[in-house]
């Protein structure tokens, strides 16, 4: 099993940025990809980014440019560097882990204010 805690989450007027992090817990021996989902009120679950052992990166076109991710595989943590953020980035941001199952945090809520 492992555990998936985000934090870093909270309000932020357009344009500015935020930081999010994911801290892995558990078998994280087992991880492979681990990646960034958001789901904003009333809509599915999206996905925004996602970083493999070995590197590969790969983003949703909406955050292209705007979003980096990054992962410290020593410290089995998981990051989302995320800049001149929009409204439309309004969600609750999920951590997620595949390995040996897939794994996922409890969220943490983004708020982007026009």
């Known amino acids: 099993q492992v555990q998936l805690v985000e934090s870093g989450g909270g309000s932020v007027q357009a344009g500015g940025p935020l930081r999010l992090s994911c801290a892995a817990s558990g078998s994280t021996f087992s991880i492979n990809a681990m990646a960034w989902y958001r789901q904003a009120p009333g809509k599915q679950r999206e996905f925004v980014a996602s970083?493999?052992?070995?590197?590969?990166?790969n983003y949703a076109d909406s955050v292209k440019g705007r979003f980096t991710i990054s992962r410290d595989n020593a410290e089995n943590s998981l990051y989302l560097q995320m800049n001149s953020l929009k409204p439309e980035d309004t969600a609750v941001y999920y951590c997620n882990a595949v390995g040996s199952g897939v794994f996922w945090g409890q969220g943490t809520q983004v708020t982007v204010s026009s």
């Open positions: 970083i493999t052992r070995g590197g590969t990166i």
